[in-house]
């Protein structure tokens, strides 16, 4: 990997770092990883929207006036916890109310609406959200019915940021999103995969002569593989297909987006736009407002997708409201009081002979990511010599999952590669959260088993990236309620346990898109379930704590075997169809590579 960075665990503070300060009108709020105007305008509706990190500019990049008052940015595709999103609203809310622009992935949608139940509930914000799901290469993308959510986003972002500078009410804000929404379509192909930092490889291999049609924005394959094709040939299917899809008719007009996923030079950009334009032209349709570059990429990944989106008087009007942000600015400039701000930066940088833009503010960039210290500095002590027979008692209990969070910090990378129909980050994304776990295990409650779960998931769903926060987390509240009280654990409590877990993860995606996982989903839910089945079925014929644990982890691992044969039908692998048969879920296989060494080292307790 070649790749101009500092370590993989900072890259995203380091990058948002460098965004501030080239553009002095933003901050970056490190502690939770937002950038956000400076100035917040109280008279307007605030705009959030982010997801993981890697689409630069998107989300960050438009940050400014006429588009986001803030962006939420999770780790390289993985999207940012509830508790960062909580508290985005909470820096930018005014009395006119928040709009959340949440792109139609599952981490996104589970911890977006988290923390909008949470501001809420616990501080009375207005909230509400709408959900874009433009991209047309997928029928079903990841625990709900509908599409994923891609550059179209940027012609959202667009539209509701000049409604809501307007002055219009949050209804009327979120009527002109989702009016763009409505109007909007994308389809994108890729001549190469990305790498993702922590991953340091290519999310999947793909021939020279070789192009996947209809990826993502997250290294994902796309649904097809094909050999390579003209530009005039890729315009003609893809505009077809487009105009199909939304019902454009010859003689009404579009606006339209060109966008190249990192790593496609803007001649080629430009070059395509020539095709798709002649193509659109054939079909009788006008052009309102062409966009040509890089807005929502894809890290390094080679290729491009098109977006159009059908414009009345109404969203010609919005589209060409001015705008100015670090990645999109027309028909005005910023505020007169940013502007000021950086006359005055700029008059000190002169007199200190320092080069103009170059002030930053005082925090500095961070080479790794220290721990936030817990607020009233308490910490909780295990009583007692940790204790394995037939039953294992709350200092061994902790010890265990210790040990868990060593397996997967080992794992982080061989996790990540089972993720070959995903996007690369799953290794990465739990393994963030066990981290922090680690750092954090003083402060965690230990008076019993349950007790401990409930106080490990804390940091799990907060810290883990992506979906794995809400669904892991959740495993372990579930868990945890289960045992509530037992400073002692046995085979048939652990049954009851997991079997819990397994109904935290099923809650979980029921509340968020009306569907929880089961097994045949080709999800995590493959091994978990299995596993805890082995468990209860032991406890009832008696065996012995080991034996009853050895069973559950191969019947994980056999759950986990049984997925390479499942077509995914969610998760992030659900996009690519039956491309996915012939790969384990990862999810499942980290299970069972994590419940086997479990078992090994309670077996070798000592």
Known sequence: MKKIINTPESFVYDMCHGLAKAHPEVEFVEKFKIVKKKEINSDKVSLISGGGSGHEPAHAGFVGKGMLDCAV????????????????????????????????????????????DLAKEEDGIK??????????????????????????????????????????SLSEVKAAANKAI??????????????????????????????????GIHGEPGRKTEKIQSADVLAERIVADLIEDLGVKKGEEVALLINGFGATPLMELYLFNNSVTNELEKAGIRIHKTLVGNYMT?????????TIMRV???????????????????????????????????????????????????????????????????????????????????????????????????????????????DGDFGMSIAKGFKQLKKDWASRKKGDVGEFLKSCSEIIMEFCGGASGPIWGSAFRYAGKSVEGKKEVSLADLAVLFQ???????????????????????????????????????????????????????????????????????????????????????????????????????????
């Open 73 to 116: 940015c999770g780790d390289v595709f993985a999207s940012p916890s509830q508790i960062q999103v909580y508290n985005a609203i909470k820096e930018v809310a005014t009395d006119k109310g928040v709009l959340l622009i949440i792109k139609n992935y599952s981490g996104d949608v589970m911890n977006f609406n988290s923390a909008a």
């Open 127 to 168: 909230v509400d959200a709408v959900y874009v799901n433009d991209d047309i290469a997928v029928k079903d993308s990841l625990y709900t019915v509908g599409r994923r959510g891609v550059a179209g986003t940027v012609f959202v972002h667009k539209c509701a940021g000049a409604a809501a500078e307007m002055g219009k």
């Open 182 to 215: 409505e109007n909007v379509r994308s389809f994108g192909f890729a001549f190469s995969s990305c790498t993702p930092p922590a991953k340091g490889t290519p999310i999947f291999d793909i021939a020279d002569d070789e192009m996947e049609f209809g990826v």
């Open 298 to 306: 894809s890290i390094d990944m080679a290729g491009a997708s098109v």
């Open 312 to 422: 009345d008087a109404e969203l010609k009007s919005l589209i060409d409201y001015p705008v100015s942000t670090p990645a999109l600015t027309w028909g005005g400039a910023m505020s007169e009081q940013s502007a000021a701000a950086v006359d005055a930066m700029n008059a000190i940088a002169k007199a200190l002979n320092i080069t103009p833009g170059a002030i930053a503010p005082k925090e500095a960039s961070k080479k790794a990511v220290a721990k936030e210290e817990v607020a009233d500095n308490t910490t909780y002590e295990v009583i007692g010599e940790a204790k394995i027979g037939e039953t294992i008692n709350t200092a061994a209990f902790v010890k265990i999952i210790d040990k868990m969070a060593d397996i997967i910090i080992e794992n982080e990378v061989p996790f990540c590669d089972a993720d070959q129909m995903g």
């Open 500 to 606: 819990a877990a397994n109904t935290g993860v099923y809650e979980t995606g029921k509340k968020s898109f009306g569907k929880g996982a089961v097994v045949g989903d080709k999800t995590l839910v493959d091994a978990l379930k299995p596993c805890a089945d082995a468990l209860e079925a032991a406890a009832k014929t008696g065996d012995i704590l080991v034996v009853g644990l050895d069973k559950g982890a191969k019947a994980a691992v056999a759950g986990a075997e049984a997925t390479k044969t499942v077509v995914a039908t969610l998760g992030r692998a659900g996009t690519v169809g039956e491309k996915s048969i012939g790969y384990p879920d990862a999810g499942a296989f980290g299970l069972g590579v994590i419940f086997t060494g479990l078992s090994e080292y309670i077996k070798n307790f000592k």
